[in-house]
């Protein structure tokens, strides 16, 4: 959801273009050594779509900051980024948010008789748990929770447990993460949530979160101000899922589900050819799918997700830090949901949006 900065007057400033100034904070921390700096340009992106949402770039000017070894913070051996965002009034009060926790990803450095500049990018949090391959397999037995499968990965890769509260969903078999080389920690996590409609993200401030997106309409949030919107309708997207539970000791199951609505641009029809759109199918199978009701869950959900993306949507305003993918706005009465969030520090924000 919309993470609105604390004070409810710098808040309201954010729809104004004059008397308030950006805010950016940054702060750099590796070894027990922290060093607030200041960028010469910064540009950051959350992206929902994406397996590790966070993304960054900074640029720096400042001599003194120019990396010349490993040791050095600019660089990409362990320094971690924090990131808050706001805006200041005319009065001199500050209000800001926090915008990310990262880790450097690279970094390059070039220098000629006149000047200095840095640029790093800047990657997300779960980069840690997904470089860091299993030496031996670990093994998670049939009917643990969720919460705990991830807590016990994650603390076995960071040497912190997210202590994430339970959610009564539980794994139908035994699992054993690291049986393949090829597949990071962070992504085996994803594969198994992701057969269950759920997810797990790094929020703003570095901590895990756990679960689905909320598509309800009435936590719509009316977008206000100037703004450009922009709609390209360049995929026909599926109104037909089928998803296949095809578990290693049990029987497979199968569920489809279909567009049924006649009020809908893209309604499959009650029989083949009845519908002005036609048919048009994705499959998706999953091993820890054991039940129709999962199947079916699951289903649906790939199925919202199908619709709302048969345009491309961007809409650009101003400098807005608040802004969070998943959030549900309105926008000239139409309902939305963000998919993802490009800021740049000292230009707009665009968010890429499908309908609800």
Do not use: C
């Not at 000017?61 to 990131?83: E, I, K, M, N, Q």
């Not at 037995?141 to 603390?155: E, P, R, S």
């Not at 269950?196 to 598509?215: I, K, N």
């Amino acid at each position: 959801m919309t993470t609105p900065l604390p004070s409810a007057r710098h808040n309201n400033a954010l729809n104004s273009t004059t008397g308030i100034r950006r805010v950016t904070q940054i702060t750099l921390s590796r070894a027990g050594v922290s060093l607030d700096v200041e960028p010469t340009s910064a540009s950051f992106t959350q992206d929902a779509r994406r397996s590790q949402r966070w993304a960054g770039s900074l640029t720096f000017s400042d001599p003194a900051l120019l990396p010349t070894g490993p040791d050095d913070l600019l660089t990409p051996f362990g320094t971690r980024v924090a990131v808050s965002l706001g805006v200041e009034l005319a009065d001199g009060t500050r209000s800001v948010v926090p915008y990310g926790r990262y880790m450097i990803g690279s970094a390059t450095a070039d220098v000629d008789a006149d000047s200095s500049v840095t640029k790093v990018t800047l990657v997300d949090m779960a980069d840690v748990p997904e470089r860091y391959r299993f030496e031996e397999p670990l093994p998670v037995a049939a009917g643990t929770d969720l919460a705990d499968m991830i807590n016990a990965v994650i603390a076995s890769r960071t040497g912190t447990n997210p202590t994430l509260t339970a959610t009564g969903r539980t794994l139908g078999a035994p699992r054993t993460f690291g049986l393949s080389a090829e597949t990071g920690p962070w992504s085996e996590v994803l594969s198994i949530l992701d057969a269950f409609d759920m997810t797990a993200w790094y929020d703003r401030s570095g901590s895990l979160g756990l679960g689905g997106v909320s598509q309800d309409p009435s936590l719509a949030k009316p977008i206000s101000g100037e703004l450009s919107l922009s709609v390209k309708f360049d995929t026909r997207p599926y109104n037909v899922i089928v998803v296949r539970g095809e578990p290693a000791d049990a029987e497979p199951i199968q569920v489809v589900a279909y567009d049924d609505d006649p009020s809908s641009p893209t309604y499959a029809g009650t029989t083949v050819g009845s519908s002005d759109y036609g048919r048009v199918t994705r499959f998706y199978s999953s091993k820890m799918i054991y039940t129709e009701a999962q199947a079916a869950d699951t289903a649906v959900a790939l199925l919202a997700t199908s619709l709302g993306a048969g345009a491309s949507m961007t809409m650009v305003r101003s400098f807005d830090p608040t802004a969070d993918v998943n959030d549900i706005i309105s926008v000239a009465g139409k309902n939305y949901i963000v998919d993802s969030v490009s800021l740049n520090v000292t230009g707009t924000t665009s968010q890429a949006l499908r309908p609800l």
